[in-house]
């Protein structure tokens, strides 16, 4: 355990999959696993709800 985990996961040299935008503006790459998964379930509408 760490106490930053935020800062762990942006410094570090591997890819990032995170919502966090702070992580995602200081990591150097990332990838978009939501958008990986629509993909593989072949949706591509976009999907609201707004309850």
């Known amino acids: 355990m760490v106490n930053n985990p ?11 999959i995170t919502s966090d935008a702070w ?3 200081n990591s150097l790459a990332n990838f ?5 998964v629509l993909a593989q ?7 609201i709800d707004s309850k």
Do not use: F
């Open 6 to 16: 935020d800062r762990v996961i942006a410094e570090s040299d591997l890819i990032a």
């Open 23 to 25: 992580i995602l503006d």
């Open 32 to 36: 978009n696993l939501i958008k990986y």
């Open 41 to 47: 379930l072949n949706i591509h509408e976009t999907i």
